[in-house]
């Protein structure tokens, strides 16, 4: 994944759009940690290797080793460096495509998974967003304002620290931060009506307050401090004098999903489905009532891998399993 950011960046870089700004981001991406400072330095060999960075070239080149040609095609020596250039040619084509794929979101300003799909991006400012299954998030950047929308799903922020600040809206509620990372979930307009605004603060601070309060002043709303978890109504005109659900639950945990795991320590067995569910298009159905809702579930599964997840429960709790119909019942067994 930091190869992937690495190579964007350096697509980025040799865009027409660069800008002062962007190169000291993407140093305070390169000081992250020795790993994104090596991974852009293999990438900017590539590039320099590849002689100007032209996708028509890196086309050329593959078709060229693959079909063997040259005056030194028998040298072992020489094979072995065509091996080489045409593995730098494949990583430099991937990071022309990683740099056109970002330019079209950027001019998008839309970031969109499906069910079961995970996304990660880099803004224009340096910040990454990476997005969870089912979610939608849109983007604009100003001169004087970073705005996201979170139309539906669940995504996770890391924030490029500047003077501008960083606001993410999700139904009628607005995060507001610097610098820092967090990570927001809502269902969306069309959930629930009781389906509310989730927000998790992994480190720095953030003002969550009504979308339509003043950016500058963050006078009305709740100030967050790191592990917490804000649960609010997704309209802040619903109950606005009922104090703000805040907990502390293991950050590793709330963030599973950005390692493709989902963490159950005692979940209720329904809360657990409800959330493998959202990685399957094939549901998993407790058929049996209450009390089958309330057993616990507790491990580290794959999201996406229901199969596993299906096996585990059923001989944890000794239910039978029943497939059809484009989903999957789970039942006490007789």
């Not at 350096?10 to 000081?31: F, K, S, V, Y």
């Not at 089958?292 to 579930?297: E, T, V």
Request: charged letters at 20%.
């Amino acid at each position: 994944m930091i190869e992937a950011e690495a190579a964007v960046w350096i697509a980025m870089l040799h865009g027409p759009n660069r800008t002062r700004q962007m190169e000291l981001n993407c140093l305070d991406w390169q000081r992250r940690s020795a790993a994104h400072r090596q991974a852009f330095e293999r990438c900017t060999e590539i590039w320099e290797l590849a002689g100007g960075v032209s996708a028509e070239g890196v086309a050329r080149a593959a078709v060229h080793g693959a079909r063997g040609g040259g005056a030194d095609a028998g040298s072992g020596a020489t094979r072995s460096a065509r091996r080489s250039v045409l593995a730098l040619a494949g990583t430099l084509a991937g990071a022309v495509v990683l740099g056109v794929a970002w330019q079209a979101w950027q001019a998008r300003g839309v970031f969109q998974t499906g069910v079961g799909e995970q996304q990660v991006a880099v803004l224009s400012d340096g910040s990454r967003l990476s997005l969870n299954t089912a979610t939608r998030v849109r983007v604009s950047m100003s001169g004087s304002l970073r705005e996201l929308q979170l139309e539906y799903g669940e995504a996770y922020f890391e924030v490029a620290k500047e003077t501008r600040p960083f606001v993410v809206r999700a139904g009628d509620r607005q995060v507001v931060a610097l610098g820092t990372a967090f990570v927001v979930r809502w269902e969306g307009a069309a959930a629930d009506a009781g389906a509310g605004v989730v927000v998790t603060l992994v480190q720095g601070q953030v003002r969550v307050q009504p979308a339509k309060a003043a950016v500058a002043p963050m006078d009305a709303g709740y100030t967050m401090r790191p592990g917490e978890r804000l649960r609010l109504p997704a309209h802040a005109g619903v109950d606005r004098s009922a104090a703000p659900a805040v907990d502390r639950p293991p950050i590793e945990r709330v963030t599973a999903w950005t390692r493709n795991e989902a963490i159950f320590d005692g979940t209720p067995l329904a809360d657990a489905v409800a959330e493998m569910n959202r990685y399957s298009r094939t549901p998993i159905v407790l058929q049996g009532g209450g009390a089958l809702d309330a057993r616990r579930i507790s491990g580290v599964f794959r999201t996406g891998d229901n199969e596993a997840f299906i096996a585990s429960v059923a001989a944890i709790h000794r239910l039978g399993v029943r497939r059809g119909n484009g989903r999957i019942e789970l039942f006490p067994n007789p």
